[in-house]
Nanobody, 126 residues
Framework: QVQLVESGGGLVQAGGSLRLSCAASGRTFSSFAMAWFRQAPGKEREFVATITWGGGSMYYADSVKGRFTISRDNAKNTLYLQMNSLKPEDTALYYC???????????????????WGQGTQVTVSS
């Protein structure tokens, strides 16, 4: 069993930065790829970024490439998302998720993730 708790969201002006954190409980955090997804009102859940279990490889959605950085600290059981140069279109509820398996990377399909946090709201004002 894995529990994921996101934090770090908030209200920021366009061009600003935020750092999201996802604290994981359970022994399996360091054994699986992790990802960030987001969902804006009235839209489907959207892939943002993913990172391999060891942190050696990352993959990003085109919409955030060059602005967001995903990282993890397995000793602290924590996943991060550094978000820079934020835009109003980045406004959404951001979720962290644990991959079901490590068979394929990157995996942008939310159905391939079995544990999710409750989400943290990011609002970017223009």
């Amino acid at each position: 069993q894995v529990q994921l708790v996101e934090s770090g969201g908030g209200l920021v002006q366009a061009g600003g930065s935020l750092r999201l954190s996802c604290a994981a409980s359970g022994r399996t955090f360091s054994s699986f790829a992790m990802a960030w997804f987001r969902q804006a009102p009235g839209k489907e859940r959207e892939f943002v970024a993913t990172i391999t279990w060891g942190g050696g490889s990352m993959y990003y959605a085109d919409s955030v490439k060059g602005r967001f950085t995903i990282s993890r600290d397995n000793a602290k059981n924590t996943l991060y998302l550094q978000m820079n140069s934020l835009k109003p279109e980045d406004t959404a509820l951001y979720y962290c998720a644990k991959a079901r398996s490590n068979g394929r990377f990157p995996n942008i399909d939310p159905r391939k993730y079995d544990y999710w946090g409750q989400g943290t709201q990011v609002t970017v004002s223009s």
